[in-house]
């Protein structure tokens, strides 16, 4: 699986737009790019994933280049309950391979 | 609740000990994943089933320990003779095709 490049750390006001970036530089054409996040002590929680056209579902946004070698996360209106790492993979889709999380992107939602 | 279910949630045992957790997968799901979290770390996987057939595992998964699943039903991770090193959490996932997670066995080893 290509490897991804996440900042360490963000920070967002409650109720404006969480932006997460990701680069994916080495995508390989049937590789997708997945979103996963983690609240504190919790499992692994998916949020979705898209191969090059932007995605939308209850959760989030996905937006991915048209060269696919980056990718942003939109959580429209943060909240305080959107506190987690997020985990930027690429991956083949429906394969039995296991994620690659690398770090991630903790995200801080304050008041 | 992602439906997959992990006991138990919490062990402390002391260093020598053999520790067995078990993981529960959403009952339709035939593939099912072992990893590993430490402190500031992602999740690394340990070990991957097709139904009861175990079909990779990784180099941190050392000879102390064994994960089976028989009948492709729930699955079980043991870890003989503990370490500090094996402190942790480990954490479980079923697919059809996307990986849903338990919410993890925190391990304390003293």
């Known amino acids: 699986d290509a490897k991804t490049t996440q900042p360490p750390s963000m920070d967002c006001a409650e109720g404006r737009a969480a932006n997460l970036p990701c680069n994916h530089s080495t995508i390989s054409g049937n590789e997708y790019v997945y979103w996963y996040r983690q609240i504190h002590s919790q499992g692994p929680q998916y949020i979705i994933h898209?191969?090059?056209n932007n995605e939308t579902n209850e959760m989030a946004s996905l937006i991915i280049t048209e060269d696919r070698k980056s990718s942003t996360l939109i959580l429209p209106h943060a909240t305080l309950r959107d506190t987690a790492v997020y985990y930027c993979i690429v991956r083949v889709v429906n394969s039995g391979y296991a994620l690659n999380f690398g770090k991630g992107t903790s995200l801080l939602v304050t008041p | 609740d992602t439906g997959v279910s992990q006991d138990p949630r919490h062990k402390i045992t002391k260093r020598g000990q053999n520790v067995t957790f078990r993981c529960d997968p959403i009952s339709e799901h035939n593939r099912l994943y072992w990893y590993r979290q430490t402190l500031g770390q992602g999740p690394e996987f340990l070990t991957y089933f097709q139904n009861e057939a175990q079909l990779e595992k990784s180099r941190l998964l050392s000879d102390r320990f064994s994960a089976e699943r028989p009948k492709g039903s729930f699955s079980t991770l043991e870890i003989q003779r503990t370490e500090q090193g094996d402190s942790a959490m480990y954490l479980c996932?079923?697919?059809?095709?996307?990986?849903?997670f338990g919410p993890g066995t925190r391990l304390t080893v003293l």
């Open positions: 898209g191969l090059k």
């Open positions: 996932a079923s697919s059809f095709p996307g990986q849903f």
